[in-house]
């Protein structure tokens, strides 16, 4: 694919910046969750889909979904407190001045898909511009630095669809450079980015690269490109800002105007606009039907999606969507690739309704590899609820009334085992969480202990309701009687940890 380019002025980038540029992939693709940058024949096969589309959807009216009445968090308190000194960031334990230290451009904006706006940042560091970009969690209710790079204004776009546009090109020693140019003694790359709190990489949900030497470039279609670039074009307005109060009113604004602000987001996703992992699916079919049964019929036929929104549970696996977006069959499933599908119905809850059980095994680095996906029927319309993976280093399970089983080993001493369950609206609840911790390996569960762990030792570690419990087991018998207890367990009640009998736990599981 030949696209043409823009000259803009050469930034070199720092060391730093190239980790954070190069080999951007999407994680989407690394889980082989086929995002939309590779030209595999899912995607072929369901942007073919969008010729027989039959929208029944009023581009004025809300999906009448489980999720219809569900507002999440406001992000603008914590920001608030982040921008006054109050808090810091996750993991580097950072303040915002910190980050800025001098003259700033600002704006929040959704970056990451689920219409909860990130703060967006560009500033000055030395001669270089760079992007700072901030996103909180209200799960841990914590702020991340999701995004940092370098920017070059004359070609690098913050889109109002929801992404990054960067463009970096490296010269034969590596040197690595924020821009574009048409100079094919470059290998150049054209990146879309969505923020994640889990990497200040952000990811790639599409990327074109032109090796050196080479006038072609390696990446989806160019259509594709040419609808990014339209999207891209369309740029959220920056605001200037010397002082970190200086935006203080401007969020305040944002959050008085957040409920609101989420209705827009969701009508406007939903309507199939801005960003999405297959920029095919806003035309997918998405039929309305009378029953349950004639959808899930539909849907394993390839004749129609489910829908992507809030409340979609990943256990045990990653799993990004966009909220919006719709998935058929076709996606996760292809004959071609040696895929076994498997269909079943739960009753999840035990409240008379059918959930539809999608399961697809590949193999990935010679190990069979299952996702799991939970279908719902709700008004017509098919979503997504549930999604899980499975394998022979860690298991999942799905009952027929909705319970979960998995387990697995994180290493030698450490075995893991959950159980949860769905419930009839298809919520995911834990019932426990149990760690079997041996050896040496209790030394980082009890780092506050200084006595070294004798090896037959075992602690079993329970999270019930959100507490922890302890159960010892020495030489694979449990040990009760605190006449019995070995040094390290003393070392740990002298720390304040106490232990409970498998008895009490498992009283306590069947409450």
Partial sequence: ????????????????????NTDNVSQEENDNSNSSNSSDEKNSKADSESSSSDQNDNEDTMWDSPMAEYV???????????VNGEIATKSDDYYFSDYITGDYKYTCCDLSGDGIAELVLLTQEDDEEKLIVFTYDSDKGVISNSIACSFNSDCDYISKNGFVLLNSYKDESGNRYSGKTDDESYTQKISAILSTGSSIKGYSLFEWQRDAGSSEYDGPSEDVYDQIMEMASDQVTLSEGEKPEDMIP?????????????EEF??????????????????????????ADEAYE???????????????????????YIYGEKYSLSRWYDPDDSDTLETRYI???DDGSKELVISVTEELNYEPIESIYVISFYEGHLYLRFVTESSSRSYVSIGDNGDIYGGGSASDLIEIRDEAFLDSDIIFHYVYQLEMVSGEALKDYFPNVNDEPEELLTIYIYTIDGEEYHVPYYNFEEVTDEGEYTDFMKACEEQGISFSSQEDIDELIEE
Avoid at 279 to 291: H, I, K, Q, T, V
């Fill in 250 to 262: 401007y969020l305040e604004e944002c959050e008085k105007s957040f409920d609101d602000s989420i």
């Fill in 347 to 349: 009753d999840c809850g």
């Fill in 1 to 20: 694919m030949v696209i043409s380019g823009c000259t803009s002025s050469v930034i070199e980038l720092s060391d730093d910046t190239d980790e954070n």
């Fill in 72 to 82: 999440p968090e406001s992000p603008y308190p914590y920001y608030i407190s982040f």
């Fill in 298 to 320: 539909a849907f394993i036929n390839n004749e129609t999606t489910v829908r992507c929104e809030y409340g979609i549970k990943a256990y045990d696996t990653y799993f990004s």
């Fill in 266 to 291: 969701k009508l406007f996703k939903q309507n199939g606009n801005g960003i999405f992992s297959n920029l095919g699916s806003a035309d997918l079919p998405d039929n309305e039907y009378e029953d």
